[in-house]
């Protein structure tokens, strides 16, 4: 199973592909392809194409008893839930007009 996933241009957030071109920060409402299905490689395209969301790129994600999905990989790990250190929380658009990199 795989998520689409890239940085939001003008703010650097991360974003998810929730489907019809929305895009939004929970990695929970992404929609979720078949590892082999065809329309990824459309997607990225298409969205490259918008300049919109930048860094495109499909991940690897698992879904677990409860429904929650998952990815393996560190990088989307921290990237989807914030710094690894302390009790800093992700920080969210909707607490400044911008996102720190």
Do not use: C
């Amino acid at each position: 199973m795989k998520v689409i996933t890239g940085n939001e241009l003008l703010s650097g957030a991360v974003v998810y592909f929730y489907g019809e071109d929305r895009w939004g920060m929970d990695l929970q409402q992404a929609q979720i392809f078949d590892d082999k299905a065809p329309e990824v490689d459309e997607l990225l395209a298409a969205a490259a194409k918008k300049d919109k969301v930048v860094s495109l790129e499909a991940i690897p994600v698992e879904k677990h008893d409860n429904q929650l999905v998952q990815t393996n990989r560190l990088r989307e790990q921290i990237r989807a839930n914030g710094p690894t250190v302390g009790t800093y929380g992700r920080q969210h658009l909707s607490e400044a007009d911008y996102v720190s990199l």
